[in-house]
């Protein structure tokens, strides 16, 4: 069995760590993140070479917004519907340059959340072309225009 992925995945975690302090590991060899701003949005690096930028909302949190009401009768389908809703105009803000930039859109559900996430490839081998594309990650998005 090979371990060049792994490595390969090692050495670009090294070289972003010096140029983007905030990205963490989330796990053990898994992906690393960092927030772009104040408002939600995340960067998500994963080790099959993924670039992510994604925007969502914790399933309980829409269930505290629909508190006056009776979210409680509520599937878990019906609350992601309300998570979409709520999502979108963040989303709606940064798609139309997101997908001109080569990215693609995706939604990704579970039972605890939704989120949007704009997904493109980088190579692993050269970690200066996907600093550029995080460091534009961060300037579109990062901060408020």
Known sequence: M???APTAWTAFKASLAPVFPRL????PGGPMAMELGHDGW???LTPDGKLLCQYGMALDDVMTLLSD???EDLGTDEIAKQAKYYIQPAVAKYRAI?????FSERTEMNDNYVAACFERTVDMANPLAAQDLMRWCVKTIGVER
């Open 2 to 4: 090979s371990t060049g």
């Open 24 to 27: 963490i590991e989330l796990e």
């Open 42 to 44: 995340l960067l998500e």
């Open 69 to 71: 009401g009776t979210p």
């Open 98 to 102: 997101l997908l001109q930039s080569g």
